[in-house]
């Protein structure tokens, strides 16, 4: 019976035993271990996906869906593969505009992709879909991953975990904020990486402007209430502290006159801001965000408490909000799995994109590193690297299904065609006030076009608002950046 034979235990099937038939309906696996105690296993094993029949359409399984996997996805080539993507999170979030929601200039929505969007296949076809989990565990000798759903303390469900059995394996987890071990950044800064956050951030930020007015507070409590900090003058701190000035001078001004003179912004960076940058638009940016009213500080902080800072030379800075944007690196999970490792402890991968000494695995994005023995150097944490690398793979993979390689260990002999090669772009940065860089140079020490102003700040909005993934979301982007021009931001509490 057909049903009866898709009702296998995947627990039981090892990759040299593959199903002869097809298995795209979810299977059930080993439920919740019999040997564990109801008490010792709170999450409970349920469902998962079975391997693929070789007349089965291979399944390439994503984990993550920013910008390498939603790229990859949007490439791949459906009729050849099922496409299962594997997230915490069920849309890719536009991170280059990410700041510019904190303070309202954007609305949150325009700055989110949904995922079916960008791959509808996803949403209609039988075999593919999307899971919001994250994944526990990948199995390179089953051609398995193991997953846990996401109910966000939601209490409408028990979590569970599944399995899913792959094909090709793409991951493409990103990276975390660095913290450096510095005690307390955890429990008491806010990371700008997700819409989450950037929603955080704007709740407390007109929180304390509106606790600041209320009778009765001191004028100790109103400064520090209404000190904004961010730690780290790279790009997304600057861009943060541009925006952040930006709201002040032009939005709390007008609309928070009683508390105008108590809030301020201070960029606390150990070494220069925006270190990448040319040497010219650097001081460019220092003078621009100072005249903005930004403080810069030059310091190393040691210690986070819950109102104050400490720095290494015993300084204390009170805050009121703090934002903490010191750079990536791989997050645990990534650095857990068994695989090869680049410098920096992200997943190693050849010039391909491959993960060596295992078969079907690929690994993109800010988790992945080109290994030593390339020759190569780990790229830069860049949506630009990400972004390429999701595209070469897609064509890389869809190549080798024409091949006939789709299916688990059947591409050892295919030829893969060109390497990977990342030619760099060029960086940009907004410093508020219709001010941004531009940097075209290819590297540091290389030549090249560099300017800043309002001509780049127009090169700028125009470059992503070309980016913008859809149609929809690049309407958005418009209509948010007319409507604060001719309104001003947005500053209910909602
Ligand atoms: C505020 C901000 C501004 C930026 N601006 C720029 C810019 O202007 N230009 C530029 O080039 N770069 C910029 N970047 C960097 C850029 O966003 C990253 O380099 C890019 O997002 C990397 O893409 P990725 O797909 O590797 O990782 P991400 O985009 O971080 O995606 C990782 C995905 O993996 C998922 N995930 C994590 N753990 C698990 C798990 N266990 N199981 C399943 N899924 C998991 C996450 O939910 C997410 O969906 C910016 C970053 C930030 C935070």
Redesign the pocket.
Known sequence: MAWFRSFIQVSKIKSSVRPTKPTHFFTPLSHFSSAAGPAEAAVRERWGLAPTGPDDKPRVVV???????CRLMKGLDTKAYDVVC????NH??F??L??STCVGTLEFRSVAEPIGRIQPAISSAPGSYFFL????GVDPDNHMVHCETVTDGSNSLEPWKFKIAYDKLVV????EASTFGIHGVTDNAIF??EVHHAQEIRRKLLLNLMLSDVPGISEEEKRRLLHCVVVGGG??GV?FSGELSDFIMKDVRQRYAHVKDYIHVTLIEANEILSSFDDRLRQYATKQLTKSGVRLVRGVVKDVKSHKIILSDGSEVPYGLLVWSTGVGP?P?VRSLQLPKSPGGRIGVDEWLRVPSVQDIFA????SGFLESTGKPVLP??????ERQGKYLAELLNGVAKAGGGQANSSKEIALGDPFVYRHLGS??TIGRFKALVDLRQSKEAKGLSLAGFTSWIIWRSAYLTRVVSWRNRFYVAVNWFTTFVSGRDISRI
């Open positions: 984990l993550g869906s920013g910008w390498a996997g594997v997230s915490p999170r890719m979030v991170t280059p990410l700041a989990a994250k994944c526990t493409a987890l990103g990276a700008l990486r790009p997304t861009e997050s999970f993109i994005g800010d988790c944490a860049l949506a630009q690297v990400a940009m940065a």
